[in-house]
Structure formats: C-alpha cells, structure tokens
C-alpha cells in the first residue's frame, strides 16, 4: 500500500475511531445516557471531514517536503 493511502486511511478512519471513542467516553464521565447509533452521526462527519480534508492536505504538504 502506498504511503499516501495510509496517510488518507489513518485520517479518514483512524482519526474518527480515536475521536467517537474521546467522545464516548466524555459522555460516560458526565453521566449522559450513551446510546451506540448517536454517535454514528459523529463517527461519519469525521470520516468524511478526513476524506475530504485532512487526508489530501496531509498529503501534499508531505509531498512539498519531499521536494
């Protein structure tokens, strides 16, 4: 697999992963009811947000770095 399609995997689904579990655990501290499918619309905006821009930025500032 290519350095760049790991750099827009990690962003796209790795960083989602790590921020719906920040956020269930947030909600498990303040005492809030945690149901699974509500933070299916968090862990969604954050894939695409990551696949349409974190991914690519991080891309091709890492590509300008290079040379």
Avoid: C, H, Q
Avoid at 2 to 13: A, H, P
Avoid at 24 to 52: K, N
Wanted: net charge positive; proline share 1%.
């Amino acid at each position: 697999m290519s350095k760049g399609l790991k750099k827009m995997l990690f962003w796209s689904l790795g960083f989602s992963v790590i921020i719906t579990i920040l956020r269930i655990i947030t909600d498990y501290f303040f005492d809030r009811d945690i149901e699974l499918f509500s933070y299916s619309a968090v862990f969604l905006g954050t894939v695409v947000a990551g696949l349409i821009f974190a991914g690519p930025l991080n891309y091709y500032i890492s590509k300008s770095r290079e040379g």
